[in-house]
């Protein structure tokens, strides 16, 4: 099996769309994609994610399932600055490199400031989703690997959005979430590649073979988008929680 994580092309938050150069990210996703053997798609059910699928299936004359699961990480945690709620991974690395407990792919749920909000909860929400998804397709997971009778050749497209992305790749490879999201990134369109590999007969390990590819953009002369990366320079609140 081959998992194709695919983010959606730039957005414009203020109205769950792509901007202009969103679209012509999305053209050029579908250039690549359109020129594969892909047999299922799946799109959240967010405007931005959908737009981008769009692009892709129209030209295709093919339709994706809507998973609710696939939304944007939707977990959020109390700044105890400001008291007000923020998005789960936006501390600073002068606060969480100092927490041994965010380097452990389970006790990362252990820590004080995770613990303030529904993160951990809504990780656990999509770590089931994707389960659910690749036991319908015949692999199903025991412990940290996946059990399957017959190891298929198909492949699988998730629109969908950063932080999601990052969580079903930490929970596929047993990755922590804090590290992988700040260590990582899913540019714009990028498409992060996973495959299944059966070294023992009927049990599977998903390796990445690409992470946060945008080739295709590249190729059509388009400029990658910076959306999901701090500044290189940014102002930091009580050690925590870097602003865009």
């Not at 999305?26 to 690549?32: F, Q, S, V």
């Not at 399957?148 to 929970?171: D, K, Y």
């Not at 390796?207 to 930091?236: A, M, N, W």
């Amino acid at each position: 099996m081959k998992l194709l994580i695919v983010r959606h092309g730039e957005p414009d938050y203020a109205t769950d769309t792509l901007t202009a150069k969103g679209e012509r990210e999305a053209a050029l996703l579908a250039d690549r994609l359109c020129a594969m053997r892909i047999d299922h798609f799946f799109v959240s059910p967010l405007g931005r994610a959908r737009a981008t699928a769009e692009a892709t299936l129209n030209r295709l004359g093919r339709t994706a399932v809507t998973l609710p699961w696939l939304e944007e990480f939707r977990g959020r945690v109390i700044d105890p600055g400001t008291g007000r709620r923020q998005i789960a991974w936006d501390f600073a690395p002068q606060y969480w490199t100092r927490c041994p407990e965010l380097w452990d792919a389970q006790r990362w749920r252990e820590n004080a400031l995770v613990q303030t909000g529904e993160a951990a909860a809504v990780y656990d929400e999509t770590a089931a989703g994707l389960d659910a998804l690749l036991a319908e397709h015949g692999y199903r997971r025991e412990g940290h690997l996946y059990r399957t009778g017959h190891n298929t050749g198909e492949t699988l497209c998730l629109f969908c959005h950063f932080g999601v992305g990052m969580a079903m790749l930490s929970h596929l490879i047993g990755l922590p979430f804090y590290p992988t999201i700040h260590g990582f990134i899913m540019a714009p369109t990028s498409v992060t590649t996973l495959v299944t590999e059966e070294r023992v007969p009927g049990e599977v390990w998903f390796r990445c073979t690409g992470l946060g590819d945008t080739s295709h953009l590249y190729k059509g002369g388009e400029p990658l988008s910076q959306f999901g990366r701090y500044r290189e320079i940014c102002g930091v609140d009580e050690g925590l929680g870097a602003k865009e």
